[in-house]
């Protein structure tokens, strides 16, 4: 419990949480005429190291999975609901145990300054809720680390990934699962044509990189540009992006048109914003973790994930209940209406008015997030880094408008 109260509260001090909340004697009311007394940090430190990350693992598999209703909007295309996947790191507190366990970055010239923790995520579209989760060292592939995420896969699912994660082996693993796949292939990934669909796209093969690893996959290649459009002083401007190709095992060209996969594609940026909730939203910006060990890493891991996932489900319930698209419930708010509602210290048998009150804050529509078609921001930034340098005449949202241009091939020229 104190684990994930520390995953919810997880940048501020217990004795900040606890102000006004104790007697003169350093006692805290508990409802029905019990008292508890605050344990100091030193218990609350042997306790977690005697608990182990285990029940927080076990804890999050338990409430894990998709909240969204059926036909909630955002969340479905045609007719599966879509996971995106998607992997980060975490920068870890620099002690000897982190190093020698996680391993960090380096370059020619020197290591990184933080121990670092990678980990994937599975997403739901549209809610946001996490269907799996997991973490190793910085040196595991995203690739390895996805096949721990094969258990939150099933039928009826359309999983979505970027071009890191494509690969004959994982492919086969998550369509035995029964899930289908919406992957992007990287421009150097050799898709060469074994047939033509009446639609012009085409069929490939994923092939094995060894005999003993399977028959190749037979998968559906779409290929597209997305043409982006902006209003400019001069009239307009715009620009073409590079060649998407996308492979599928949904070849039947009527029920799963290759225009509504293209369009569904950048849903996959939702599991982006997932990331973001973790290390921004719950971190409060802060990257580092706080524990100093393996054990203690994985337990402040798997109760963050917790957490946020018990959100979520409050977020889709209450989306439902209101019948609004769960994606208008902004995640932020409804942290901080989680803790705020939990600081109110309702007594446990109030449990069902501290539960109205929570969705009563988040479905406030001021605070809904707006619509806002056709808006895009330039990877540039104001601060040197990855990204070119925004000039101080550019804007950092413009509007845009955007067309997709499919690359079919002729059917007739490759019987």
Known sequence: MVKLADGLYHRQRGADLLAGQLDPDGWA???????????????????????????????????????????????FCCGLRVISVDGSVTDLPDTPQNAAFFGRPSNAVRDGAFPQARWVAAAESGTGALTGAAFGPYTSGEQTL???????????????????????????????????????????FALRPVGVLADGTYLAELKPARKRDGPPVTVRVIEYTVHTGTAGKDGAAGSSSEVFALVTDLTDIEAYPALDLACAYPMRWGCETVIGHHKTDMGE?????????????????????????????LIGAGADAAGVPPDKISFPHALAAATSTIAAAFPPHELDLALATFLLKILDSQFFVRDRPGRASPRKTKKAGDFPRRQDHEPSVTRVTRRIELHLLDPLRHT
């Open 146 to 188: 996805a096949l721990d995420l094969l258990p939150s896969f099933g039928p009826g699912m359309l999983v979505l990934a970027d071009r890191n994660f494509l690969s004959h082996t994982l492919a086969r693993d998550v369509l035995a699962t029964g899930a289908h796949i919406l992957w992007r292939a990287s421009a150097s």
């Open 285 to 313: 910006g802060q990257p580092v973790l706080r524990s100093k060990d393996p054990e203690g890493v994985a337990q402040e891991m798997w109760a963050l994930f917790a957490v946020y996932q018990a959100i979520c489900q």
């Open 29 to 75: 009311g508990a409802g029905a005429g019990r008292r508890w007394r605050p344990p100091n940090i030193s218990s609350l430190s042997r306790a977690r190291g005697k608990l182990g990350a285990d029940p927080l693992r076990m804890l999050f598999e338990q409430v894990a999975g998709p909240v969204g209703a059926d036909g909630a909007a955002g969340v």
